[in-house]
């Protein structure tokens, strides 16, 4: 991954308070992190930053499209997402973001890059499922799903016994005998 400066916030000129910033990612910020799952990518991210005297609280939120193959067609379409992360910066003698939600480092750093951050809400915010919305509404006409139609197996309209094989039905000849024998035997016995 690149390092991406422009989502540096140095943190030690800012006065104590909530702070706002404001991203437009596009295909090029996903690409920074070798991603190519998205096509193409306009999506707006808000950052209220909130420094206090021993922490600093960050809330993100997201809000745009991503262009996606469709998992079932493979055509390319605009899908929106939308998503929000929460997270707490803390002082400490290192750096460590083994937790989700609190993200330690050193009491000698001036400055944090948000930029993963936002990777990983907006790649969490995009469903793992992509169908495009034609092939919801019936109106997606392609090959692919041509193919699958024609692929598609066809519900018999035979009686299920008649398309059974013979050897299923000597098997449970045998079990229907069983029961009535044992069934037979304890009406006698009552």
Sequence with gaps: MKELKEFDISFI???EGEHKFEYQIDKKFFDAFEFDEFDDASIKVGLVFVKKA???ELEFSSEG???VPCDQTGESF???IEGSLSLIVKFGDGYDD???EIIYVPHTEH???VAHSIFEMLVLSAPAKRIHPKVLDGTMQSEALNKLEELKVKKSTKNTEDTTDPRWGKLKDLL???TQRNGTSKEKDI
Aim: net charge neutral.
């Design 13 to 15: 000129g800012l006065k």
């Design 54 to 56: 021993t922490m600093l």
């Design 65 to 67: 499209t991503i262009n």
């Design 78 to 80: 605009d899908m929106p």
């Design 98 to 100: 083994g937790n989700e």
């Design 111 to 113: 400055r944090i890059n």
């Design 176 to 178: 229907i005998d069983k």
